[in-house]
């Protein structure tokens, strides 16, 4: 089976596992021809527009990381920083109430480092893959019965969820799927 390499808002993609994933709701609307790791140096860069930054981009972004750092904590270093310069360079603040957030940021970095370490093939066929597991915005909410405060909140480290432990360590990820 032939998987698209690009996925544009509103269509179907189907995963190498044969799943469809119906009106997928991606930053890929826009870019058509453009690549994933085009996606990432716009981001970077700064250039990616507000609206293509997505739950879908960051995931783009931090699976291209997860190929160019040497080790999960470098990707989280680089997450860290790469986030707060972006929102810097498009005037989203970085405070208590908006901009970047901790906890989610160390969250899906894990998730998604486990998850590379487990699919290394072509972005084209992985990136689907990774939407099918992680691509529901809502998922870190499964894991802290205060969920919508444990979101909501911008802590400066790492807040433990207090539903269920994560299948992956927040320190030092263990593979392990969402």
Same mark, same amino acid.
């Given at each position: 089976?032939?998987? &698209?390499?690009?996925?544009?808002?509103?269509?179907?993609?189907? $995963?190498?596992?044969?799943?469809?994933?119906?009106?997928?709701?991606?930053?890929?609307?826009?870019?058509?021809?453009?690549?994933? &790791?085009?996606?990432?140096a716009?981001f970077?860069?700064?250039?990616l527009?507000?609206? %293509?930054?997505?739950?879908?981009a960051?995931?783009?972004?931090?699976?291209?990381?997860?190929? %160019?750092?040497p080790? %999960?904590?470098?990707?989280?270093?680089?997450?860290?920083?790469?986030?707060?310069?972006?929102?810097d360079?498009?005037?989203? %603040?970085?405070?208590?109430?908006?901009?970047?957030?901790? $906890?989610?940021?160390?969250?899906?970095?894990?998730a998604?480092?486990s998850?590379?370490?487990?699919?290394s093939?072509p972005?084209?066929?992985?990136? &689907?893959?990774?939407?099918?597991?992680?691509?529901?915005?809502?998922?870190?909410?499964?894991?802290?019965?205060?969920?919508?405060?444990?979101?909501?909140?911008?802590? &400066?480290?790492w807040?433990?969820?207090d539903?269920?432990?994560?299948?992956?360590?927040?320190?030092?990820?263990?593979?392990?799927?969402l």
């Amino acid at each position: 089976m032939s998987l &698209p390499t690009h996925i544009t808002v509103g269509s179907d993609c189907q $995963t190498a596992t044969g799943r469809v994933l119906a009106g997928i709701s991606t930053p890929f609307n826009t870019l058509l021809n453009r690549s994933i &790791p085009d996606l990432a140096a716009r981001f970077r860069a700064g250039t990616l527009a507000r609206d %293509e930054w997505t739950h879908e981009a960051h995931l783009a972004v931090v699976l291209v990381a997860c190929r %160019e750092e040497p080790t %999960e904590d470098a990707v989280l270093k680089r997450m860290r920083a790469d986030i707060k310069r972006y929102n810097d360079r498009n005037g989203i %603040e970085n405070g208590p109430r908006s901009g970047y957030h901790e $906890t989610l940021t160390c969250f899906w970095v894990r998730a998604v480092a486990s998850f590379a370490q487990q699919h290394s093939g072509p972005l084209a066929e992985v990136f &689907p893959l990774l939407l099918e597991v992680g691509g529901n915005a809502r998922t870190p909410l499964r894991f802290g019965r205060r969920a919508r405060s444990w979101m909501r909140r911008r802590e &400066p480290t790492w807040v433990e969820p207090d539903l269920r432990p994560l299948p992956f360590d927040a320190t030092n990820a263990n593979p392990g799927a969402l």
